[in-house]
């Protein structure tokens, strides 16, 4: 075993070290941009050199790169403060879709927008009554001549506000098992009847949106799948959400743990000769290290040109518990004024209460706890599906509570 | 990034698991523990036959000289068998103090019958209740005589040699102890694995010799637990994927209200929580060995990690496999408590989870520092 790359995959390194050293951007102009513009800026700086979306063919905008190559430069990229988040959705999980499901001519007019950040995209799935039990949204698509049109509401849409495009899975057909009867549409986030309504979260931030469909209209040539397959035009799209979503959790790692235990005392003595504390900074490194070599497993599967076993499924259902757990116990540790939020007052400038807040939307988000603890239990150990009572029966005589 | 086993060592993985299967199965574990017996003599002689007691011992002390990766291999699938072995004591513990520590003299005359598997060895460490604490320890030597208890001793009462942890007025020492000698009573000490078999053993006055001839570096003995942590994490790995694969096996064959408990999601994320547990110890033990395998600075905190990962992965996946099972994962005919059993047992050994905890996080602190 080492950690070494293969020869290849070091000259690959050092063809996008040195790139990155010449071309990423440091300049206060571009740091007086918005987070947008300045992604935006970069990405159509990568898109120019063949550095944009690199395991797309190259008729999409991509060189063909290989997975583990990817994975070389999201860690040399990395190493740059470099906003990119506003791209994951529609590279990440669209584009592989449109890949999958488009027209040659819808991919050959998006795919390279898509890549060159010139275009964003979101995605229009979850429903006020359909999150966790995606297949029970309702917002229905009703033919009318060569177009759709669309009524219902859609909810925790990331970037709908400033996305130009969307993809919507919706109800054309109610009278059907809830998987049948739905389709799978691209729209233009701009068209009439298309509303945006931010959502202020318990942080106070607004990430997501209530996307609102009055009388929308799509033409039928924005269908991806057949009428009644957009379930697994669907599964497309969610079969990349966990690699889009990934494993960051911010700054709250041991390393800032050991430091906050290195400064807060304990009857006189610093809290980091407390062995209580000391034994959850071992949990907590367990899991952290576990994560870290799990990954590098996986990474080992990937040069080998191997797809990664199901190790890889349990970063999520680790990492976003931990985030939690260990800022409430970090502040606990500072007493009364780990309730302090101020930047200007709080030890390490409040990133532990904002992670502390933070981390009940990352349990949540691309599938909760409880959702990821079944897709181990089923698709890793072979235990069978709950029971369900909607199966096999209508949509629209299901029980709805 | 390779951080893979080889195909060579993947092979031994094979070999090995289908010969544990063959000549451990559970009945085999059952006939200790129910028996009058200590281990499996027979098993013992076949494991030596393969090999095994003598995977890292260098070939010129009649070892086969290969690495811990294949160790760590035989390791996990003897937790997996939950094998009734003196091998974790014989293996992982005496023979590598006698590399370690011993000199020419000692090396020639113990490693080649520990490589052939024709000796046993042991390692006596505890004397009381509480922290081994390595400045407190009471049994010690005087001139070429030891005296005092050691309890409990894994594997003493199937051991021929015991290595020792004793005091001088010189300082701390690794001392060799035959135990078929007058001054040495073995007395059996009943503990809750008795398919592994203890021994309160005393010296009185009892022919010793130091190891290496000289008194022995604390972090030296550190070292060579660290080296023993990680592979016990290993067999203790394999201990919590057969408890997993027993739970997992009887979830999808008992029914109650009419379908698998398999498919009620308290257990499922009973079991899900499980292969977390196994997954974060499996790639930490990766980890350990890498570190053990080539030297590493960072092997203080590669074996603290690996061992806390799994003694938790091992003891959750025993005691939730149990309550899978219900009411007969509670009787002794269930195998059920063999892998709850072993995997506390192995927690004990050489310092418990509080231990290896206070180790990690002041091997992380010195590692930090040193960056």
Known sequence: MDFNDTPEEARFREEASSWLAENAPTDDAFRALSPLEQAKVWQKRKYDAGWACIGWAPDFGGRGASAIEEVIWRQEESQYDLPANFFLIGQGMIGPTLMAWASDEDKARFLPQLASGEEVWCQLFSEPAGGSDLAALRTRAERD?????????????????????????????????????????????????????PIKQLTGDSDFNEVYFTDVRVSD??????????????????????????????QMDVS?????AAEVEIDGRPAMEDAAVRARIA??????????????????????????????????????????????????????????????????AGIIQRAYMGAPGLRIAGGTDEIMANIIAERVLGLPQEPRLDKGIPFNEVPTG | MNFEFSDEQQLLREQARGFLTEHCP??????????????????????????????????????????????????????????????????????????????????????????????????????????????????????????????PVADASVAEVAVVLARSD??????????????????????????????????????????????????????????????????????????????????????????????????????????????????????????????????????????????QASTYAAEENIQTHGGMGFTWEFDCHFYLRRAKLLSLAIGSEAVWQDRLVSALAAQSAAA
């Open chain 1, 283 to 348: 949990d907590w490194y367990v899991q952290e290290a576990g994560l870290k070599y799990t990954g590098y497993r996986s990474l080992t599967a990937l040069s080998r040109g191997a797809l990664p076993g199901p190790e890889n499924s349990i970063g999520k259902l680790v990492g976003a518990p931990k985030m939690q757990a260990m800022s409430s116990y970090l502040m606990d540790l500072l007493g009364a004024s780990g309730a302090i939020a101020d930047e200007a007052l709080a030890a390490k």
């Open chain 2, 170 to 311: 010189a300082g701390l020492e690794a001392c060799l102890v035959p135990l078929q000698q007058a001054g040495v009573s073995v007395e059996p000490v009943l503990t809750f694995d008795t398919s592994r078999g203890h021994s309160s053993v005393t010296f009185d006055g009892a022919e010793a010799e130091v190891l290496g001839e000289t008194t022995l570096n604390p972090e030296d003995w550190e070292s060579l637990l660290d080296g023993a942590a990680v592979l016990l994490a290993w067999e203790q790995l394999g201990l919590a994927e057969t408890a997993l694969t027993q739970a997992r096996d009887y979830a999808l064959q008992r029914f109650a209200f009419g379908r698998a408990i398999g498919s009620y999601q308290a257990i499922k994320h009973k079991l899900a929580n499980m292969y977390v547990k196994n997954t974060l110890a499996r790639s930490n033990a990766y980890y350990g060995v890498w570190a053990l395998s080539g030297g590493s600075d960072e092997l203080p905190l590669a074996a603290a990690t690996a061992r806390v990962a799994a003694i």
């Open chain 1, 221 to 250: 040539s924005q269908r991806l799948g057949e009428v009644g397959q957009g379930w697994q035009v669907s599964l497309t799209t969610l079969m990349n959400e966990r690699a889009a979503i990934g494993g960051s959790f911010g």
């Open chain 2, 26 to 151: 559970t009945s085999a574990v059952r006939a200790v523990l129910d028996g009058d017996q200590d281990w499996d003599a027979a098993l013992w002689q076949k494991v030596a036959e393969m090999g095994w007691t003598a995977t890292v011992i260098p070939e010129a002390y009649g070892g086969l000289g290969l690495s811990y990766y294949e160790l760590a291999i035989i390791a996990e699938e003897m937790g997996r068998s939950a094998a009734p072995l003196p091998f974790s004591s014989s293996v992982y513990l005496a023979s590598e103090a006698i590399q370690r520590f011993g000199n020419e003299a000692q090396k020639s005359a113990w490693l080649p019958r520990l490589a052939s598997g024709e000796c046993v060895a042991t390692v006596a460490m505890a004397e009381r209740a509480g922290r081994l604490a390595l400045e407190q320890l009471e049994t010690r030597r005087g001139g070429s005589q030891l005296s005092g208890t050691k309890v």
């Open chain 1, 256 to 260: 800032l743990a050991m430091s906050v």
């Open chain 1, 145 to 197: 001549g060569d177009d759709w049109v669309i009524n219902g509401q859609k909810i925790w849409t990331s970037g709908a506000h400033y996305s130009d495009y969307g993809v919507i899975v919706v109800r054309t057909d109610p009278t059907v098992p809830k998987h049948k009867g739905l389709s799978y549409f691209y729209i233009d986030m701009k068209a009439p009847g298309v509303e945006i309504k």
